[in-house]
């Protein structure tokens, strides 16, 4: 099938790569002119695991433009895969979907040939109602038929999460609903060849394709991910209450996490969600709840629990190091999360920016999110260019993003290079051996050397 897919960021380019992989010709359509010369030269604009490889083996079924007209020319479906940042008091700006759609509609204004027109990117619930009356305003009833198939990727494990979804969900009008069952057909049978960098999961033979009604898939989105949100939320607070208890969170997690009912995975205790999606989509949704006279008591407890989070390495560091004023703290992770350059709503830009305003000296390394760092933190920032150069002389470590060169750090690095071996681990992701041999606080984890004491006192008693 020829599909239009309009914007290449990350889940209109992912999206775009996995239905070429699977068979069909796709066009993307880009109005940022670098992105759009990265993407014709062969490379994607941003780092994502495996993307860029199987860009490269598709190549003949992808094309990349900026004019609406040619990719749609003879295009029986097209994606809308734009932003949606948050706007103000949280509602999502839809101008860049607005202005895709009225962009689509002109360039097919001619036709008579039938188009799916899908929205991709996350859109409040209703959105679909009102764009058909856009739809109808453009004369073009019976020739547009719009659909919402939200995305439930990942960063970090985007393409792996297209080929292999967990499920599919498109909503809309049955004649819709035909045409995109065909576009997902190669997926929901899973009968495509898998790529040899990333092999199919053992035992996945298909994929459920849950076909409802276009607001139920528009808020099936932010219900999925207020709820991966609010998991996040809750072993947060119970690694709080582990710190002031004395228990192991990893401990807590894995227990609970046993029961099938409850499932181990969204139970990492850390410095709180970040990135391009739980943070937006969680404000969002407490606004759409808003907007409809509903208090989301639940949602707004989540997003507030975070913004808690983010600040106790800060106070952890204060209190170990007597005041940051003068100190060498490093960050290791800049990303919001491995596997990713991205830095939106990373932990690390707040953290980074108070302790610059306390007067701390302030390095930080990231394998991948470098380039981004030095457009987005603030200058007074060393960026170092491997761990050890940012470990040289600091006072204090903080890992905020877990990428696997930095849990392969053994004690020795840190106390070869820092000028006291305080280690902050914001992920709880480091090796045992440091846990066991430095400084070390993580999050609801206890330190060891206080567990040791308390043993002692007890054995004392
Ligand atoms: C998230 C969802 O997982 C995807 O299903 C969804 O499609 C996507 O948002 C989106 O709306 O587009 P993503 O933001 O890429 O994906 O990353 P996640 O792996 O979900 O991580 C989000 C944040 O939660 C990261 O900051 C991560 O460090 C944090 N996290 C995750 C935890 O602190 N603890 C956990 O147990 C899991």
């Keep these: 099938m020829k599909i239009a897919v309009i914007g290449a ?35 994607p604009p941003f780092f994502e695991e495996h993307l860029a490889g199987t860009m490269v083996a598709c190549a003949e079924q992808l094309h990349f ?3 609406y007209e040619s990719a749609l020319a003879g295009a029986e479906v097209a994606f809308i895969a734009v932003g949606t940042p948050s706007g103000e008091d949280g509602a999502p700006d839809l101008s860049q979907v607005e202005g895709a759609l009225g962009q689509v509609l002109d360039a097919v204004s001619e036709r008579r040939r039938e188009l799916v027109l899908v929205v991709k990117s ?33 960063q970090g494990r985007a393409l792996h999460d297209s080929l292999y979804p967990d499920r599919i969900v498109i909503g809309g009008a049955p004649d819709a609903l035909v045409t995109l069952r065909r576009v997902y057909r190669p997926v929901a049978d899973q009968s495509f060849e898998a790529p040899s960098e990333l092999p199919r999961p053992g035992g996945l033979s298909a994929v459920p394709l849950l076909e409802v009604d276009r607001r139920s898939a528009e808020l099936a989105k932010y219900a999925a991910n207020g709820y991966l949100a609010m998991r996040i939320s809750y ?15 990893d401990a807590v997690a894995s227990i609970i996490g046993a029961d099938h009912r409850i499932g181990n995975h969204f139970l990492h205790a850390g410095v709180g969600f970040g990135g391009s999606c739980f943070p937006k989509d969680t404000r ?78 302030v390095v930080g390394h990231d394998p991948r999110a470098l380039e981004q760092a030095r457009r987005i933190l603030p200058g007074a920032v060393a960026l170092a260019s491997s761990p050890e150069e940012a470990l040289l002389g600091a006072d204090a470590a903080v890992l905020l993003t877990e990428w696997p060169q930095y849990l392969a750090l053994t ?46 006192a007890v054995a004392a008693d």
């Design 235 to 249: 072993i947060n607070e119970i690694a709080n209450l582990c710190d002031r208890l004395g228990a192991d969170v």
């Design 9 to 43: 960021g990350y889940v209109g380019l992912t999206t775009a790569v996995s239905l070429a992989w699977v068979g069909h010709d796709v066009h993307v359509v880009e109005r940022d002119e670098t992105r759009l010369a990265r993407l014709q030269a062969g490379s």
């Design 411 to 456: 004690p020795n690095v840190f106390r070869a290079a820092m000028r006291r071996p305080l280690v902050i681990d914001g992920r709880n992701a480091l090796s045992d051996a440091v846990r066991h041999d430095l400084e070390y606080y993580g999050i609801g984890r206890p330190v060891l050397t206080d567990l040791l004491e308390r043993h002692d």
């Design 122 to 154: 996350t859109v409040p619930v209703g959105t679909g109602d009102l764009y058909d009356a856009r739809v109808a305003d453009a004369g073009l009833v019976g020739i547009v038929h719009l659909a919402a198939n939200p995305e439930f990727l990942r």
């Design 284 to 361: 969002a949704l407490a606004h759409i709840a808003r907007e409809n006279g509903y208090a989301f008591e639940l949602i707004a407890a989540v997003i507030r629990v975070n913004g808690r989070q983010r600040a106790r390495v800060l106070e952890r560091l204060e209190l170990s190091l007597g005041g940051v004023g003068g100190r060498r703290v490093a960050l290791l992770g800049l990303a919001f999360k491995p596997g990713t350059d991205d830095m939106r709503e990373a932990p690390s830009v707040p953290l980074a920016q108070a302790l610059v305003e306390r007067g701390a000296e």
């Design 65 to 67: 433009g900026r004019s």
